[in-house]
C-alpha cells in the first residue's frame, strides 16, 4: 500500500508546487517507487517545474474519463527512474475531477507506488478538497506571514473534518509542518514570525524551515526540482525534509543566521 | 535613561504585532469551527417563535456555544423590546 501525501496550504503562492516537485524527488531518489499528481485542474503548472512540460500527452482528466490509461499518462522523470509524474487537465470544466474517478486512480497507483504526491491547487474547492481527501498526510506549507498562517490553521480544520479518515472514524491525517521562505535575519530584525511563533499559534509537527534562496527561482526556471541543486540552502533543506519524513533524525537548519567568515562574506554562497 | 535606550525604539516589533493578531484571530475561528452546525437555523426558527409572541429586531438574538473540558454550554441572549413595540 502506498502512503498518499498532500501538499496543501490554502493560500496561493506559498511554495506547494515547489514543495511536492522537491519532496517526490527525494523520496524517489532514496529509492522509494513515487507518483507525484498535479491536482490544479485548469491551471496545470507542475510539468513545468519538474520540466517535463513537453512531454505531456495525457492527463490526470484523460485518466478519470477512460480516454487512457494510467500508464499512457504517467510521465517517466528522466533524472530518476523511481518518479513518475501525472499532470493536471488543462480543462475549464470545473467538475472535471470527481471523488469517484479520483479515488479509483489513487487506489491503482497504490499497488504500484510507494509514495503518492498530491499537489493541492491553492483555494479551499473542488481540487483542494480532492488532493486532501484521500491522504495519510498533509504536509501544511506555510509562509511566516499574518495571511499563509491563517489559511493554514483553516486548512487544518477541513483536513480535521473533510477528509476520508475523518468521515470513516479512522486514525487523524498525520499534519507537518513546512515553513518556507523563512529569513533569520528578518526574524533577528523581528519583521518577521519566528519558527516557535508559527508553532505557537499553529501547533504542528515542524518538518523543516526552508529559507527564501534565489535557488528556487533558479531552479523553476531551468525546470528542476531545488532538491537536485545540492549546493543550494533550499536544496538541502528539502533533503533534510524528506530524511526526516522517512524516520532519520535530521538536526534542524536554516532556522538562525549563518555566521559567515570572511571568505563567505568574499564570495557570497547561493 | 541611557543614551543607549534613546536609540533603541519602544515600539513592539512587527513580528509580534503578528502574532498576537493571529493568536486572537486563530483563538476565535476555531472557536466558531468547533460549533454544531445547526447553530445558524436554530437561531432562525427560535427567532420566528419569539416573533409569534414579541416583535424582536432581526439582530435581537443570539446564541452562543461555549465548550470546556466537561461540559458544553448553549447560551442564548435576546433582547426584548420596549413597551411601546409589543404586540
Known amino acids: 500500500m502506498a502512503r498518499i501525501i498532500v501538499v496543501t496550504s490554502g493560500k496561493g503562492g506559498v511554495?506547494?508546487?515547489?514543495?511536492?516537485?522537491?519532496?517526490?524527488?527525494?523520496?524517489?531518489?532514496k529509492g522509494h517507487k513515487t507518483a507525484v499528481i498535479d491536482f490544479d485542474v485548469g491551471l496545470r503548472n507542475l510539468d513545468l517545474i519538474m520540466?517535463?512540460?513537453?512531454?505531456?500527452?495525457?492527463?490526470?482528466?484523460?485518466?478519470?474519463?477512460?480516454?487512457?490509461?494510467?500508464?499512457?499518462?504517467?510521465?517517466?522523470?528522466?533524472?530518476c527512474n523511481q518518479l513518475f509524474i501525472l499532470p493536471a487537465s488543462q480543462t475549464r470544466d470545473k467538475d472535471a475531477l470527481t471523488k469517484e474517478g479520483v479515488g479509483k486512480i489513487l487506489e491503482e497507483l497504490s499497488k504500484e507506488?510507494?509514495?503518492?504526491?498530491?499537489?493541492?491547487?491553492a483555494g479551499i474547492e473542488r481540487g483542494a478538497n480532492l488532493a486532501m481527501y484521500f491522504a495519510d498526510d498533509a504536509f501544511v506549507v506555510t509562509n511566516?506571514?499574518?495571511?499563509?498562517?491563517?489559511?493554514?490553521?483553516?486548512m487544518l480544520g477541513i483536513l480535521a473534518s473533510k477528509s476520508r479518515r475523518a468521515e470513516q472514524g479512522e486514525e487523524a491525517i498525520t499534519e507537518y509542518l513546512l515553513l518556507s521562505r523563512y529569513s533569520p535575519k528578518?526574524?533577528?530584525?523581528?519583521?518577521?514570525?519566528s519558527v516557535e511563533d508559527v508553532q505557537d499559534i499553529l501547533s504542528l509537527h515542524?518538518?523543516?524551515?526552508?529559507?527564501?534562496?534565489?535557488?528556487v527561482l533558479n531552479a523553476s526556471n531551468s525546470g528542476t526540482p531545488v532538491i537536485l541543486d545540492e549546493e543550494s540552502n533550499a536544496g538541502q533543506a528539502y533533503a533534510d525534509v524528506v530524511a526526516r519524513y522517512l524516520g532519520e533524525d535530521v538536526p534542524h537548519r536554516f532556522i538562525n543566521e549563518e555566521k559567515k567568515g570572511l571568505f563567505g562574506k568574499l564570495f557570497r554562497s547561493r | 535613561m541611557s543614551l543607549l535606550d534613546y536609540f533603541k525604539s519602544s515600539k513592539p516589533s512587527s513580528a509580534s504585532l503578528a502574532k498576537e493578531r493571529l493568536q486572537i484571530l486563530v483563538a476565535h475561528e476555531r472557536a466558531s469551527r468547533n460549533q454544531p452546525s445547526y447553530l445558524p437555523k436554530l437561531q432562525q426558527e427560535l427567532l420566528a417563535?419569539?416573533?409569534k409572541y414579541v416583535n424582536v429586531e432581526q439582530d435581537a438574538i443570539s446564541v452562543n456555544?461555549?465548550?470546556d473540558d466537561n461540559q458544553e454550554v448553549l447560551e442564548l441572549n435576546i433582547v426584548l423590546p420596549d413597551d411601546a413595540n409589543k404586540k
Open chain 1, 15 to 29: 511554495g506547494k508546487t515547489t514543495t511536492s516537485a522537491a519532496i517526490a524527488m527525494g523520496l524517489a531518489k
Open chain 1, 51 to 79: 520540466g517535463c512540460e513537453r512531454r505531456v500527452v495525457y492527463d490526470f482528466v484523460n485518466v478519470i474519463n477512460g480516454e487512457a490509461t494510467l500508464r499512457q499518462a504517467l510521465i517517466k522523470d528522466k533524472r
Open chain 1, 113 to 121: 507506488f510507494k509514495y503518492i504526491v498530491c499537489d493541492s491547487p
Open chain 1, 144 to 154: 511566516p506571514e499574518v495571511a499563509s498562517v491563517r489559511d493554514s490553521d483553516r
Open chain 1, 186 to 193: 528578518r526574524v533577528k530584525l523581528g519583521e518577521m514570525l
Open chain 1, 206 to 215: 515542524l518538518l523543516g524551515v526552508i529559507p527564501e534562496s534565489k535557488s
Open chain 2, 49 to 51: 417563535v419569539i416573533r
Open chain 2, 65 to 67: 456555544f461555549e465548550q
